[in-house]
């Protein structure tokens, strides 16, 4: 399928950016969404060929809907900004929207701190005992129909944000499936969530909130 765009939640991501860009599949399209970043992420991003759109309301969720309000393409995937994850994952995910609602990647690899591991099993743990949902992540990187997401109204506009879109997708009676897909320690910056204890914390508290 090549009617896809791929979405990329940013903020200061200039150092990473190339290489994320780089790897984006041929047909796809990037729209980076610039989440008030201060170095020169949306420049950056620009110059190498991908759309660019501001979204000034701060928070993981309100970039990620301002991209998928802003695409046109029938299917949409999600991708963070930090070289992380690899994009060339994404068309093993759009393929498994043939039989399935939404496609979430499984991080494998990488070196997440313990707080962050530890936080993400006890979360996916919940969703899999209490929403029968067969995912062991958080869906860090997915695939799904654009029409079909925005009419969930996922409402999130913080870090809960895939969270409480897995949660509305087994009340919905969505498929979904996990994939493992490839990870590696982030190419520049800092973790907004999992550099620092507290910035996990705030994004646990976040998921929580959701899975009351």
């Excluded at 009617?3 to 990329?8: G, K, R, S």
């Excluded at 939640?9 to 790897?23: D, F, H, I, Q, T």
């Amino acid at each position: 399928m090549s009617d896809v765009t791929v979405i990329i939640p940013c903020m200061n991501e200039a150092g990473s950016l190339p290489g994320v860009l780089a790897r984006i599949p041929d047909g796809y399209r990037a729209l980076v969404v610039d989440n008030n970043s201060t170095d020169d992420t949306a420049n950056v991003a620009e110059s190498l060929g991908a759309t660019v759109i501001r979204e000034p309301v701060p928070g993981y969720g309100s970039a990620v809907h301002a991209g998928v309000v802003a695409a046109e393409s029938e299917v949409v995937c999600v991708l963070d900004g930090d070289g992380s994850m690899d994009p060339q994952d994404l068309p093993l995910l759009v393929a498994a929207l043939d039989d399935a609602d939404l496609a979430v990647g499984r991080r494998r690899g990488g070196n997440s701190p313990l707080h962050a591991r530890l936080g993400n099993a006890v979360l996916s743990m919940r969703l899999r005992t209490k929403y029968s949902l067969p995912v062991h992540d958080l869906g860090a990187v997915r695939a799904v129909r654009r029409q079909a997401l925005l009419d969930l109204n996922v409402s999130d506009r913080r870090s809960g944000y895939p969270l409480q879109l897995l949660v509305l997708a087994s009340k919905a009676g969505w498929t979904v499936t996990e994939l493992d897909v490839s990870y590696s320690p982030r190419t520049a910056g800092v973790s907004k969530v999992s550099g620092s204890v507290g910035g996990t914390v705030v994004a646990v508290r976040d998921f929580w909130k959701v899975l009351k």
